[in-house]
């Protein structure tokens, strides 16, 4: 039993993330199906010459229509027309506050690396000899910077992501010294804090096999609670 036990957490393992991410993939070809199909032409749809299906067509010319508007927005009529639509977002009360919070959600996340968080690094919170793992976005600016003007450091301005989800968190302004900058990357600190400390992403440490990563899991469920 012992033995069967492992072999399922083993294939667990491995056909959960699977599963799951085409599931999702799937969900969201068919929601864009069904919101953009319904404004195409029918002589237009490859269904009504096929005698089956074809499941993304409608995501597909999607992709195509954003990235046509996008051409169109990165001239000088484009950019006119859309920050003319924005002044007439900005003076509808409700529709304003939601279309600004929109925007500034999508610019973030889809922002440039240079623009994002640095790199990642170490710092003592909440008290001395308590480590914690914190973004570094950038110097700190602003007036922000002029109040801190009397500290001897440079600030610099951290976000401190919370386990196992980093969405939300703290933004702290601390001095440099009392950051310790890490080689590893924006995507391995952010996997140290989701997994809460148990994938560390150490590129110099040797993969570990399906065989021994099931064995530590049926370890750790044998262990007392």
């Known amino acids: 039993m012992a033995r069967l036990r ?12 699977l599963a799951i991410t085409a599931w999702i993939t799937w969900s969201f070809m068919q929601w864009t199906d069904s919101w953009v199909k319904p404004y195409i032409p029918t002589r237009f749809l490859p269904d009504s010459y096929l005698p089956f299906a074809v499941p993304g067509f409608g995501l ?17 009529i484009g950019r006119t ?10 003076r509808m009360p409700l ?23 640095k790199t990642a690094a170490l710092m003592e ?7 914690c793992l914190v973004l ?37 302004f ?7 900058i890490l080689n590893m990357s924006i995507e391995t600190a952010l996997k140290l804090v989701v997994s809460a ?11 570990i096999s399906l065989k021994e990563a099931s064995r530590i899991v049926e370890k750790r469920l044998r262990e007392p609670s």
């Open 81 to 90: 027309i859309v920050g003319w639509g924005e002044n007439v977002l900005g």
């Open 6 to 17: 492992n072999y399922f957490l083993t294939g667990f393992i491995v056909c959960a993330p």
């Open 125 to 131: 919170y909440p008290r001395r000899g308590v480590w």
């Open 60 to 76: 597909l010319v999607a992709l195509i229509i954003i990235t046509f508007i996008g051409f169109l927005t990165a001239n000088f």
């Open 174 to 180: 601390v001095p440099r010294e009392d950051v310790r």
């Open 136 to 172: 570094v976005a950038t110097t700190t600016k602003g007036e922000v910077a002029r109040v801190l003007s009397d500290q001897s450091e440079e600030m610099l301005a951290v976000f401190l992501p919370p386990t196992p989800n980093p969405t939300s968190g703290f933004l702290l």
């Open 197 to 207: 400390g148990l994938v560390t992403g150490d590129e110099k440490e040797a993969p």
């Open 95 to 117: 529709v304003r506050t939601v279309y600004t919070a929109l925007k500034q959600i999508f610019e973030t996340v889809l922002a440039d690396r240079s623009s994002s968080f």
